[in-house]
């Protein structure tokens, strides 16, 4: 066996590449000024502020005014709904979003809903993906949100983002977008999609952990999340993390740049990925739409196989997966996505989330399915239940064993 790691978790967190590293060196240890102070030693650390927010500004397609830099995704989306159940209360308390969305979401609206919010979790498809007239159907008087994740982290889906943004610029109501999967993964313009806020996360592509994103849209009336000082134009308060920042303004500056060509060839792979695995694993299935998905996720539920003892094994190949979030990984709870999704208990216990990088070579897919299928019959062998399975099927097959 090589000694090589396979690393298929790129979903959960990217290796930050080395022009990130070098662009956030200067910041710790020479441009080291505090981008609040007026003497000349900060001057590289403002400046740096500015470009990474002129960066995300020109990516998004939008002013760069309207970008404030947070210390994470699941921070930009606390504070995107907080903020504005607290701003708009006076209008109406009721919020939508969907059964799929991160906990991030899930959590803060279970949250203000303790505060007297009133939140809509819309269905989804068996595919993952919201329905626009469903939505539209769910909207009241006193809807003054809502929050639909741009494509989601354990399938992939990608979900109509423009559509639902038509609707609530029609109603005027705030949406809000999770983009932290999307985020220089697919084009966003947030003019042309009507979107008011969005959250993205460094880590994600490329770029270091600890610094995110939240775009707000001019005129939105949210208020501070973090109070102290008046950073971020009096939004949110703490000295800003200069080389975090740093990094994630040349990330995102690489991931933009390359983003056609990246995705294309990651597209690519996650099909031949899709195409051997269907074919090659019998009781298997593709989780998540199989063309309006994210191009380098793949997530995949195998009968008689439980999710945890696949991770395990494929460790011990050297190959790093992820049977869903990496945010409730400890869980033994089945993924509310792929419960959401119409999976029973028994086959979403069985999944696997398989996430492609700019690095993820052919070689590496190709060792992974072989390791894969083996793994997947060993554990199938050991299955009380994939025994009796197998026994009923030949006593109805005549005794043929094709498990095709």
């Known amino acids: 066996m090589s000694n090589r790691v396979i690393y298929l978790d790129n979903a959960a967190t990217t290796r930050v590449r080395r022009e990130v590293v070098d662009a956030m060196l200067p910041y710790f240890t020479e441009e080291y000024g505090n981008a609040s102070t007026i003497y000349s030693l900060a001057n590289g650390a403002k400046s740096a502020l500015q470009k990474s927010r002129d960066v995300m500004a020109g990516i998004l397609g939008c002013d760069s005014s309207e970008i404030y830099f947070t210390g994470c995704g699941s921070e930009s989306d606390n504070w995107a709904l907080k903020a504005a159940a607290e701003a708009y209360r006076a209008r109406g308390n009721h919020i939508i979003t969907t059964k799929i969305e991160h906990h991030a979401i899930l959590h803060t609206c279970q949250w203000l809903e303790k505060q007297g919010m009133e939140v809509t979790y819309l269905d989804v498809d068996e595919n993952g993906l919201v329905d626009p007239g469903q939505l539209r159907a769910a909207i009241r008087p006193t809807t003054i949100l809502i929050s639909v994740m741009f494509a989601n982290n354990e399938i992939g889906t990608i979900e109509p983002v423009r559509e639902i943004g038509a609707i609530a610029r029609e109603h005027g109501i705030l949406f809000h977008t999770d983009a932290v999967q999307a985020f ?32 707000i849209r001019k ?44 995705t294309g060839r990651e597209r690519e792979l996650r099909d031949y990925l899709i195409e051997r695995v269907l074919r090659e694993i019998p009781y298997s299935r593709l989780n998540g739409s199989r063309t309006k998905r994210l191009p380098g996720n793949a997530n995949f539920s195998f009968q008689f196989v439980e999710g945890e003892s696949m991770l395990i094994m494929l460790d011990m190949a050297g190959i790093c997966a992820s049977s869903g979030s990496a945010c409730t990984s400890g869980s ?42 083996e793994i997947v019959a060993k554990l199938r062998d050991m299955s009380p239940l994939y025994e009796d399975f197998m026994k009923g099927g030949r006593e109805r097959r005549g005794g043929k064993n094709d498990v095709q």
Do not use: W
Request: aromatic content about 2%; glycine content about 12%.
């Open 332 to 373: 033994l709870d089945p993924s509310h996505v792929l419960l959401a999704i119409g999976l029973p208990h028994e086959i979403a216990h069985g999944s696997l989330r398989l996430t492609l990088g700019h690095e993820t070579t052919k070689e590496d897919i190709d060792d992974t399915i072989e390791h894969l299928k």
């Open 219 to 262: 005129g939105v009336k949210i208020r501070s999340f973090l109070h102290g000082g008046a950073q971020e134009r009096k939004r949110r308060a703490g000295t800003e993390n200069i080389p975090g920042i740093a990094g994630f303004g040349r990330a995102a500056e690489i991931a933009a740049a390359t983003m056609e060509e990246r």
């Open 184 to 215: 220089c993964q697919v084009p966003i313009r947030v003019d042309e999609m009507n979107i008011d806020m969005l959250s993205a996360s460094a880590h994600k592509l490329n770029g270091p952990k600890g610094v995110g994103l939240l775009y």
